[in-house]
């Protein structure tokens, strides 16, 4: 799984906590601008908590070494099949969530132009010195950003009136940049049901603020009431507008007579501060437990396969980067996208040397390289080898890699050490000792040859 799948997946469950907090805490209370604002922020909280990151101290008697990363593994027929002809379910998902996005992105552009066309074919009038836009039809009154739609059948200047008053609200508080900016998120996270949630809540408080702003300026409650009641049944097929009769009904009615919320409750949104220290801890330090020590006073080496005795003459294995704690960045190098998209760019770009082929050479190279702090790479070398060309092919793709993200230490970027072992093996065919004896640590399945 990419790093932009598993960043989406933790910000769609620090949006879905801090959604059960608002309804927990929240929803019921009639400080309506705290709750939007506070609605308006999860989105962009949920996303950037997982970049924040989680102070964990470090044990000065740790020694830890960075472990090998499993090999690559090259052959002959999956050069081109590995990465090509198999979709992965990775791959499948972010095609998924890119086509959603494209297809949200698409219908909310598609809506602002037919309402830019609303506007353009509708009538222009001058109520009460507001200018209004008439549309045919009976779809109910709505604003968006300064303008303001009343359908033609509504001709009572009392009721014009109280919807004009409703709507300014609208206008003067730019309710408009809130929903355009909830279809982008909407956008963004479409397969997370919060986002759908939110979305519906934020409208809805639209409303609240609205009808508030009517009965502010003298408007009777049971009037405005009956009023809205009546124009409830009109078409509400525009998601980004602000409509005068959009429901839910029921909840604006108990809302207009409900008992102003006491300045100490506003008190409650202050318990949303735990609440991120929490999923930061969740979400944050998740990532960066690749570098913490498993043991206080244990190294921690990763091999494929310990047990198996490297030849007097062979070189010796790849050395860990650093064996001083001191030295050790909190955040290790990263390869854009993550060891599989690197997986996926060496097998599309290694070939296996026709001379190592033709004399059934396969084994590992381990490969040793810099990443500097702008992420480039360089001081390549090939601290072990099978030769017959799999080193030199090795070495000229790893030239081809595109800058990593480099390792960071207090905050600021650091060159760092690494080796990276590729292996080279053909499909039905053990390694012949004999010609890689110089190169190869021995197989145990293997038939040595007698010379």
Known sequence: MNDLMI???????????????????????????INRFFLLSIPMVSLLIPFIPAFSPASPSAIVFQAMPDPVLIMPESVKQSGDSVLS?????????????????????FQIVRLFVMAAKGDRELTNNIPITRIPGNAGPFSFFNMIFVPRSVTNP????????????????????????????????????????????????????????????GIPVNGYRELIVAESTGIK??????????????????????????????????????????????FS?????????????????????????????????????????????????????????????????????????????QGKVFVQFKVGKDGSIKDIKVLR???Y???????RVIKMMPKWKPAMKNGKPVQTEMALPIKF??????TEEGKNKKYLAPIPDSKKEKK
Not at 96 to 105: E, N, P, Q, V
Not at 389 to 395: L, S
Not at 425 to 430: E, Q
Request: glycine fraction near 4%.
């Open 425 to 430: 093996m053909l499909a039905g065919k053990k």
């Open 7 to 33: 960043h989406l997946l933790k910000s769609s469950c620090c949006m879905a906590a801090l959604f059960l907090f608002y309804l927990l805490f929240l929803r019921r209370e009639t400080f309506f601008q």
């Open 158 to 217: 009392g009721t014009i009136q109280t919807i004009l008053l409703h709507e300014q609200v609208h206008v003067r508080q730019r309710h408009s940049a809130d929903l355009i900016l909830t279809e982008l998120w909407t956008a963004l996270f479409w397969f997370n049901p919060f986002i759908w949630l939110i979305r519906r809540e934020i409208k809805t408080i639209h409303e609240y603020l609205a009808d508030q702003g009517v009965i502010r300026n």
């Open 237 to 282: 097929d525009y998601l980004i507008v602000n409509a005068f009769n959009v429901s839910p009904l029921k909840k604006r009615l108990i809302m207009m007579t409900k008992k102003v919320s006491s300045p100490w409750a506003t008190g409650k949104v202050a318990l949303v501060i735990p609440l991120i220290a929490v999923l930061v801890l969740l």
């Open 385 to 387: 080898g099978i030769g």
């Open 389 to 395: 060309g799999c080193d030199e092919e090795a070495v």
């Open 89 to 109: 379910i990775t791959s499948l998902l972010m095609f998924l969530i890119g086509a959603g996005t494209f297809f949200m992105m698409l219908r909310l552009t």
């Open 285 to 361: 330090a998740v990532t960066e437990s690749t570098a913490a020590p498993q043991d206080k006073n244990k190294k921690v080496v990763k091999s494929e396969n310990p047990s198996t005795p490297l030849p007097p003459d062979a070189p010796p294995p790849p050395p860990p980067p650093s064996k001083d704690p001191k030295d050790m960045p909190e955040v290790m190098p990263k390869y854009p996208g993550g060891e599989e998209a690197m997986i996926d760019f060496m097998v599309k770009n290694i070939k296996y040397p026709e001379k190592a082929k033709k004399d059934s050479v």
